[in-house]
């Protein structure tokens, strides 16, 4: 049973940083592609950044530059980050880690998910 647990989440202040991580367990093929998604106040849920265990990579345009993913596999576990600089007050969302064992669109049509954490950026 694939489950994704994430934590890190909190208040900052604009322009500061944050890193929350996203905790996998399960079967390691249903983790080949994992990203990182956010859902704001009645907004819908969008992507934010990917990654795929041969190393490619994809962000929104509205994080690039400032947010770095990651994933980490050691001792048959698998967590992911996402490193968050120069935040902003539009930042503020629950962000969801999310996974499948494919590739394809990084950005969509993912079989797994957390249940988020907030992530709240004051002005």
Same mark, same amino acid.
């Given at each position: &049973?694939? &489950?994704?647990?994430?934590? +890190?989440?909190?208040?900052? &202040?604009?322009?500061?940083?944050?890193? /929350?991580?996203?905790?996998? #367990? +399960?079967?390691?093929? #249903?983790?080949?592609?994992?990203?990182?998604?956010?859902?704001?106040?009645?907004?819908?849920?969008?992507? /934010?950044?990917?990654?795929?265990?041969?190393? *490619?990579?994809?962000?929104? %345009?509205? @994080? $690039?530059?400032?947010?770095?993913?990651?994933? *980490?596999?050691? =001792?048959? $576990?698998? !967590?992911?980050?996402?490193?968050? =600089?120069?935040? $902003?007050?539009? %930042? !503020?969302? /629950?962000?969801?880690?999310?996974?499948?064992?494919? !590739?394809? @669109?990084?950005?969509?049509?993912? =079989?797994?998910?957390?249940?988020?954490? &907030? @992530?709240? @950026?004051? #002005?």
């Amino acid at each position: &049973q694939v &489950q994704l647990v994430e934590s +890190g989440g909190g208040l900052v &202040q604009a322009g500061g940083s944050l890193r /929350v991580s996203c905790a996998a #367990s +399960g079967p390691m093929f #249903s983790f080949y592609a994992m990203g990182w998604f956010r859902q704001a106040p009645g907004k819908e849920r969008e992507f /934010v950044a990917a990654c795929t265990r041969g190393g *490619d990579s994809n962000y929104a %345009d509205s @994080v $690039k530059g400032r947010f770095t993913i990651s994933r *980490d596999s050691a =001792n048959a $576990k698998i !967590t992911l980050y996402l490193q968050m =600089n120069s935040l $902003k007050p539009e %930042d !503020t969302a /629950v962000y969801f880690c999310a996974a499948k064992p494919y !590739t394809g @669109v990084l950005s969509s049509a993912y =079989n797994f998910w957390g249940r988020g954490t &907030q @992530v709240t @950026v004051s #002005s």
